[in-house]
């Protein structure tokens, strides 16, 4: 099964080690869907950044686990990067939290010279280095505008969920009629009032036995039960240099 988003794992917040934040490279040119701190300093250590002439940080939502790696990559990428003292940074966040992520970065001690900040509009898809990217506006936390995206490149048509306790019927019924060649969705385990991701027992009841095949569960909780979600058949995204 195609997997075109790596990670270096797809813990959820609160868990040890790196968090589930996606990319993947075309030509010199790398694309990051979100960004921790762990994963920032995981990225440079394995050497994820060599190499590289720009790269374009598309922006879910902000909490920690997702953003607060961009301003220390905003600095590197400017002064350590080849060749330095030059911008390499393009950070791209839905219009709704366009200020948020700008603010963001100003109080990580960057600016304008480090890195671009772009507004990307709701449900319609933008260029960006020759891939498309298009939010979606769904539900987390109440008190956070969040965002999927649809990416489009080559002949990849490709759903990821960011963090979402919801599948938007739009996007269940492509799945349904097989539109997507790969769907990356945040899953849990763990079961209470106002859950903020989708348990499993959600996702098995949205996307019936027969669309499973390219639906990647991610984001996992402590305590998620890897066998039981593939004898469901849904799959785990392979890690970048490590292997389940």
Not at 26 to 34: A, K, Q, S
Not at 173 to 191: M, R, S, W
Request: glycine share 10%; with cysteine; aromatic share 14%.
């Amino acid at each position: 099964m195609k997997n075109s988003i790596q990670f270096l794992d797809i813990k959820a917040a609160f868990e040890k080690g790196f968090k589930n934040n996606g990319f993947f490279r075309r030509g010199d040119e790398l694309f990051l869907i979100d960004l921790s701190g762990e994963n920032f300093a995981g990225m440079r250590d394995k050497g994820f950044f060599e190499g590289v002439s720009q790269v374009h940080c598309i922006i879910t939502h902000t909490h920690g686990d997702h953003v607060g790696g961009i301003g220390d990559l905003a600095l590197y990428s400017f002064f350590t990067m080849a060749p330095g003292f030059s911008k390499k940074l393009k950070v791209y966040a839905p219009t709704p939290i366009l200020d948020d992520v700008k603010n963001l970065l100003r109080i990580f001690g960057t600016n304008d010279m480090h890195s671009d900040v772009i507004g990307l509009d709701l449900r319609k898809a933008t260029n960006i280095g020759g891939v498309e990217f298009e939010p979606f506006l769904v539900e987390h936390v109440e008190w956070l505008k969040c965002f999927a995206f649809e990416i489009r490149f080559e002949d990849n048509f490709i759903y990821y969920s960011g963090d979402s306790n919801m599948i938007p019927e739009v996007v269940v019924e492509k799945q349904l009629k097989g539109e997507y060649t790969e769907f990356y969705q945040d899953t849990c385990i763990a079961d209470y009032p106002g859950n903020v991701h989708l348990h499993l027992n959600l996702l098995e009841g949205l996307i019936p036995d027969g669309s499973r095949d390219n639906v990647f569960v991610m984001h996992l909780d402590n305590g998620f039960p890897l066998e039981k979600a593939g004898k469901l058949g849904f799959k785990l995204p392979k890690l970048s240099g490590m292997d389940y």
